[in-house]
């Protein structure tokens, strides 16, 4: 089965996802400014977090598909398996937003981008397993570090969340900071892929 439904089926629910979170947000009653932070500002921010989060996945998705030569089962439900954890980024972002940051919502959300990154490792595994040893997208990833930390990141957020009091206290600014940086890691651009889709034509030469 080639690529091209699994991709196009995986942007559609990306879409989605972006839209539903979009649509969450509070609409300020007043018409200025102040209005404006006082009813949205939050949402916003946590609205930009998980968007970047989708983006992230979306390119990666992307790449990763740029080496896969078919799909198979396995690579079926494992691409459905990561789309379930980012089609819960809207309830998390919103239930996080509207608790005022508290506690076990902070949690959900850390649990949730936890889920995601498991999922997409995987995807990642079940793919490497189908090519030969060598395999285009085992040579991309290498020893994937950034794969690796990503989770190791989240637990630590979930866990500086748990160990909060009240809404905002000090170790939910900590445990936000552990979900920030982790998305500002992916956001440096990563040419794993990129170098190996261009060392592939002169491979075939």
């Not at 196009?8 to 007043?30: E, K, R, Y």
């Not at 198979?72 to 937003?97: I, K, R, Y």
């Not at 990503?150 to 969340?161: D, H, K, Q, T």
Request: aromatic content about 12%.
């Amino acid at each position: 089965m080639p690529t091209s439904r699994i991709e196009a089926f995986s942007d559609g629910v990306l879409a989605i996802v972006i839209t539903i979170m979009v649509l969450q947000l509070n609409v300020p009653a007043g018409t200025d400014l102040r209005a404006l932070w006082d009813t949205t500002a939050s949402g916003a921010l946590v609205y930009l977090l998980s968007f970047v989060y989708v983006g992230i996945y979306w390119n990666n998705h992307h790449h990763m598909f740029q080496l896969t030569e078919r799909v198979t089962g396995g690579v079926l439900w494992a691409n459905l398996h990561l789309l379930f954890w980012l089609s819960l980024l809207p309830f998390s972002t919103a239930w996080m937003d509207r608790s005022h940051f508290a506690r076990t919502p902070v949690m959900v959300f850390g649990v949730d981008l936890l889920g995601a990154a498991i999922a997409y490792f995987v995807l990642q595994r079940v793919i490497v397993r189908l090519q030969a040893d060598g395999g285009p997208l085992a040579r991309a990833i290498g020893r994937d570090l950034k794969g690796k930390l990503s989770p190791v990141l989240y637990v630590a957020g979930i866990v500086a969340a748990w160990f909060s009091r009240t809404a905002l206290d000090p170790a939910i600014w900590v445990s936000l900071g552990f979900f920030v940086v982790t998305a500002l890691v992916w956001l440096v651009p990563d040419r794993r892929i990129e170098r190996v889709l261009a060392e592939e034509p002169r491979a075939d030469a």
